[in-house]
C-alpha cells in the first residue's frame, strides 16, 4: 500500500526557544545584590552542616569523608571551614624524644608544654658543653694533681720493692731479667747467665747435646728457670693489682671532683623546670653522668712517668655525651592557632614518622633516637588532617596503619618495612598519645568499596559530607555564581566581563550538567573558562571579555579534545564508517550513543540494523553472542522482547526469529538508550516500511511502549548535527528524541541557529507510535476493542505479518 507523511511532525517538532534555555544579561543581578556574598562556598549546603558537624563532635570515630567528583570544590571548602577554627582542640604540646638509661631500645617520650621542648633542648645542649668544659678543668686543680701524684708515688714504690728484692734474688742465682719479642706481645722473662750472656734454655739444650755442658748442669739450670719464673708471675700478678688499685684510686679522684661539677650543672637545670617528668630525666641523667665519669676523662699516655699531663675528655665516636641529647619531633613554640595539615603524599614516612638512618665514620650504619622524625599526623595532633583517598588507598601498609592509629589513638613511629628496607631497627619509641581529626577527599566509589570492604570504616569515618554536583537555577545562586565570577576576576587580575558574556557563562554552567534547571558546582571548569576567555579577550584586544570571547573559548577548549571524534566523523564522511543520512531503508535506523574519553565526551552515531524470519527463539542480541554487550543493554533487549510479546502476542504466538545489530560495533555495548531505535528497526522489518535515514533516534523504552529519558541527550544530538553539516543540511534532518529530556536541552548554539533556519529538526515523543509515525511517515494506529489495528497503520502490518508468520511456522510443523 501507499504511505503518507504523519501529520503529527509538526505538532512533535521542537522550536528552537525550546533547545537551550537563554539567560537575559538584564535578568542578571546588579553587582550591589551579588558583592554581599563573600563564601568561598557555593551550593553545598548539605555537605558543608555535615563537615561542621563532623569537626565539632569529639566523640571517637566522628573521622570525616568528603564524597565527591573532582572539581566539585571538596578541596577549598575544606581549607575555607578548617581557616574559621581559630583555636586548636586541645592545648598545643612539644614533643620530645630522650634516650632510656634503663632501656636503650626504648626512646623516651616527653610531652611538654608548647616551648618547654627547645628550652630543655637547649639547656642539655648547654650540660654537654659546660661538661666539657669543666671536667677537664676540676681535675687539673693544683690539689687534683697532688692527690694523683701520691697515688701514683705509692704504686711505684710499691712495684719498686718488689721489683728490687726480685732481680737481686735474679742476680744471686746468675739469671738476668729480659724482655722476649713474641710475635706482636713482648714478654717478660728470666734467663740464665752464661759467658756473661743470658741464653736460652734452647741454645743450652743444644750445649748438652754438642758435649758442651752436662746434662746435670742443664737440669739444675732448667730448675732454676721455673722457679724463678714461677716468682716472676706471681710478681706479675701483684704489680697488675697495684695497677688496678692505683686506677680505681685515681678514678676515685676524678669521680669525687666529677661528681661535685656534674651536682652542681645539673641542679642548675633542675631548679629551672617544674615539670616532674623532667625532673624525673634529669635525676637519671645526673645518675648516668656520674657513671660516664672514667669514660669522660682519660690520662694522656704522653705524660712522663714522674708527673702526668693534665687529662682530656675523649673525642672518638661514639662521643659519650651524645645519649644526652635531646630529639625535638614537634615544636609548637611558635605555632599559633589549630593545627591543620594538607598531606598530598601520604606515604608511611610522611604520614606517620619514620627513625632514618645514619652511617658513621666506617660506613657502619647508625640508628639511635634522635634520626626519630615526625609525619603529618603529628604535626595535625590536637587539629586537623587533610588527605585524598586516591592518594592514600594505593599507599601500601598506608590505610591499615591509619585504621590502627585512629582505633588505639597512639602513633607508633617505626622504620619503614619492606624489600627495600636494607636496614632493621630494634629501636622501639614510647607510642605517641594522638588526638587528630582526619578529613579524607574522594568519590562515591571510594566510599562505597571503603564501607561495605571495611567494618573499621564505619566506626572511624562516622561522617560523610556528600558534595553535589549541580544546584538549582534560583536567583541566589545566580547572585553567588556571579559573586564567584568576580572573586575570580579580582584575585587573577583577569579581564571584567560584560554582562552578556556572564549571561553565556551562566549558561554554559547549565550545559555542564545538561540541565536547564540547574547550574555546575564545578566551578573549577567556569573559572578555567572564565580565564581562556579572559586570554581570548586580551589577544582580540578587547578591554573587556566580550560573548564572543566565551564562545571562543569554549570552541577552542573543545577542539583542544576532540580530535577523536574528528576522526569518528571523518569516518563516516568517507563511507569507512557506514551511517546515511539520507533516503530511506527497511530495518535499518541510525542510533546515537556517547563515547566517554574522561576529559572529554560525544554523541556517535551508529548504524543499527534488524532481521526477522520465522523461529521461536525471539529478539537475539548479537552484540551478546559476540560478548560485548553490558548488562544494562541486555536488560534493553529483554524489554524489547516484552514490548513486542505485550503488544502483538496476545491472540497469537509469537513465531519470530529475531535478530538485533550495532553495525561496525567493536567494543562493547552498553544501556539501553538504543532500544527504542531497535524496537523501531524491528518494526520496520516485520511492516516493510522503510526509516528515513536522515532521522537519527534515541530513547529507551518499556514494555508498554513508553520512550523513557536517557543521559547525553545534549552529545547525541549535536554528534549527529556535525556529521549532517559535513554532509551538508537538508532540511529533512533532524533528532527523536524522548519528551522526557526537554529540560535537559542545553543545545550548541550552532544547532540552535540550524533548526530556527529550518534546516534541521529535533522532535520530542513518548511512546513508540509517535517515533514510527516520524520515522516512516505512515500512522502507527490504535487497536479496537477487538485488538483489531486499522488497515494501512503500521501496527496492522506488523500484526498481519506475525500472524502469517505464525500460520507458516504451523503448517511447517
Not at 224 to 247: F, G, N, P, V
Not at 517 to 530: M, S
Request: net charge neutral; aromatic share 6%; hydrophobic share 40%.
Amino acid at each position: 500500500m501507499k504511505t503518507r507523511r504523519s501529520k503529527q511532525d509538526k505538532r512533535l517538532r521542537l522550536q528552537a526557544r525550546q533547545l537551550r534555555r537563554r539567560v537575559s544579561p538584564r535578568s542578571l543581578p546588579s553587582s550591589s545584590a551579588y558583592s554581599r556574598h563573600r563564601t568561598h562556598i557555593i551550593g553545598q549546603d548539605r555537605a558543608i552542616a555535615a563537615i561542621e558537624m563532623g569537626l565539632r563532635l569529639e566523640s571517637p570515630g566522628y573521622n570525616i569523608f568528603v564524597s565527591g567528583p573532582s572539581g566539585s570544590g571538596r578541596m577549598t571548602t575544606a581549607r575555607h571551614i578548617l581557616e574559621g577554627f581559630k583555636h586548636p582542640r586541645q592545648p598545643l604540646a612539644d614533643f620530645v624524644y630522650v634516650h632510656n638509661f634503663q632501656e636503650p631500645d626504648r626512646p623516651r617520650l616527653l610531652i611538654l608544654e608548647a616551648g618547654q621542648g627547645q628550652k630543655l633542648k637547649k639547656a642539655m645542649e648547654e650540660l654537654i658543653k659546660a661538661i666539657k668544659r669543666e671536667l677537664p678543668r676540676a681535675t687539673s686543680t693544683e690539689h687534683c694533681q697532688k692527690e694523683r701524684d701520691r697515688v701514683l708515688a705509692e704504686y711505684q714504690r710499691k712495684e719498686h720493692d718488689l721489683v728490687s728484692v726480685f732481680q737481686d734474688k735474679v742476680h744471686h742465682a746468675k739469671f738476668m731479667a729480659v724482655e722476649v719479642q713474641s710475635g706482636p706481645v713482648v714478654e717478660h722473662d728470666v734467663l740464665p747467665v752464661i759467658d756473661g750472656e743470658p741464653q736460652p734454655l734452647a741454645v743450652l739444650e743444644e750445649r748438652v747435646e754438642n758435649g758442651k755442658m752436662s746434662r746435670r748442669q742443664f737440669k739444675q739450670l732448667q730448675k732454676k728457670h721455673s722457679q724463678l719464673r714461677t716468682e716472676l708471675e706471681k710478681i706479675q700478678r701483684r704489680t697488675r693489682t697495684l695497677a688496678r688499685d692505683m686506677a680505681n684510686q685515681l678514678e676515685e679522684i676524678d669521680r669525687r671532683t666529677g661528681t661535685a661539677v656534674i651536682d652542681a650543672l645539673v641542679e642548675d637545670i633542675h631548679l629551672s623546670f617544674a615539670d616532674e617528668k623532667v625532673r624525673d630525666f634529669l635525676d637519671e641523667v645526673r645518675e648516668a653522668l656520674l657513671e660516664r665519669i672514667p669514660a669522660l676523662v682519660q690520662r694522656d699516655e704522653d705524660s712522663s712517668e714522674s708527673q702526668p699531663q693534665a687529662p682530656f675528655l675523649v673525642m672518638d665516636a661514639p662521643d659519650p655525651l651524645d645519649p644526652f641529647q635531646v630529639n625535638i619531633i614537634l615544636n609548637n613554640a611558635r605555632r599559633k592557632g589549630c593545627p591543620v595539615v594538607f598531606e598530598h603524599s601520604p606515604t608511611m614516612v610522611r604520614l606517620f614518622g619514620t627513625i632514618e638512618r645514619s652511617v658513621d665514620e666506617t660506613g657502619r650504619p647508625e640508628i639511635d633516637f634522635m634520626n626519630i622524625r615526625a609525619g603529618a599526623m603529628l604535626r595535625a595532633n590536637g587539629g586537623f588532617l587533610v588527605v585524598q583517598a586516591e592518594d592514600l588507598l594505593p599507599e601500601p601498609g598506608v590505610w591499615k596503619t591509619l585504621k590502627s592509629t585512629l582505633s588505639t589513638g597512639q602513633l607508633e613511629i617505626r622504620m619503614p618495612e619492606g624489600p627495600m628496607a636494607m636496614v632493621t631497627s630494634a629501636l622501639k619509641p614510647d607510642p605517641i598519645p594522638l588526638d587528630v581529626k582526619i578529613i579524607m577527599l574522594g568519590d562515591e566509589m571510594a566510599y562505597r568499596a571503603l564501607y561495605i570492604a571495611e567494618d573499621d570504616f564505619k566506626k572511624t569515618f562516622k561522617i560523610k559530607a556528600e558534595f553535589d554536583v549541580e544546584m538549582d537555577f534560583s536567583p541566589s545562586n545566580i547572585e553567588k555564581f556571579m559573586a564567584f565570577v568576580q572573586r575570580v576576576v579580582s584575585e587573577e587580575d583577569l579581564l571584567q566581563p560584560v554582562r552578556a558574556a556572564v549571561a553565556l557563562l551562566v549558561e554554559e554552567a547549565m550545559r555542564d550538567v545538561e540541565d536547564r534547571e540547574k547550574i555546575t558546582t564545578r566551578f573549577r571548569v567556569i573559572a578555567d573558562l572564565l580565564r581562556e576567555a579572559a586570554f581570548w579577550a586580551r589577544k582580540a584586544s578587547h578591554s573587556r571579555i566580550q560573548p564572543g570571547d566565551v564562545h571562543r573559548a569554549v570552541t577552542e577548549r573543545r577542539r583542544r579534545f576532540n580530535l577523536a571524534e574528528e576522526k569518528y566523523r571523518e569516518n563516516i564522511v568517507r563511507d569507512v564508517v557506514m551511517v546515511d543520512t539520507q533516503g530511506e531503508r527497511i530495518g535499518q535506523v541510525n542510533g546515537l550513543a556517547v563515547f566517554d574519553l574522561g576529559d572529554y565526551c560525544f554523541g556517535k552515531p551508529c548504524r543499527i540494523t534488524a532481521s526477522v524470519g520465522i523461529g521461536e527463539h525471539g529478539v537475539c542480541n548479537i552484540e551478546r553472542e559476540a560478548g560485548l554487550s553490558g548488562e544494562i543493554h541486555d536488560k534493553g533487549i529483554y524489554i524489547l522482547s516484552g514490548f513486542l510479546r505485550n503488544r502483538f502476542g496476545q491472540r497469537q504466538p509469537l513465531a519470530l526469529d529475531a535478530g538485533v545489530c550495532f553495525e561496525q560495533s567493536y567494543g562493547e555495548v552498553d544501556g539501553d538508550s538504543a532500544s527504542s531505535a531497535e524496537v523501531y528497526a524491528i518494526l520496520s522489518a516485520l511492516s516493510g516500511l522503510p526509516i528515513r535515514q536522515g532521522i537519527a533516534v534515541t530513547g529507551s523504552v518499556n514494555q508498554q511502549g513508553d520512550i523513557q529519558p536517557i543521559g547525553g541527550v545534549n552529545h547525541k544530538i549535536e554528534g549527529f548535527f556535525d556529521i549532517c553539516r559535513s554532509r551538508r543540511l537538508t532540511g529533512r534532518q533532524g533528532v527523536i528524541i524522548p519528551r522526557g529530556n526537554l529540560e535537559h536541552l542545553m543545545l550548541d548554539l550552532e544547532v540552535v541557529r540550524a533548526v530556527q533556519a529550518g534546516r534541521f529538526h529535533i522532535w520530542a515523543v513518548d511512546d513508540v507510535d509517535a517515533g514510527m509515525e516520524l520515522l516512516t511517515g505512515v500512522q502507527s494506529g490504535k487497536a479496537s476493542s477487538r485488538g483489531i489495528y486499522p488497515q494501512g497503520t503500521v501496527n496492522r502490518l506488523v500484526a498481519d505479518r506475525l500472524a502469517a508468520m505464525a500460520s507458516t511456522l504451523r503448517e511447517y510443523r
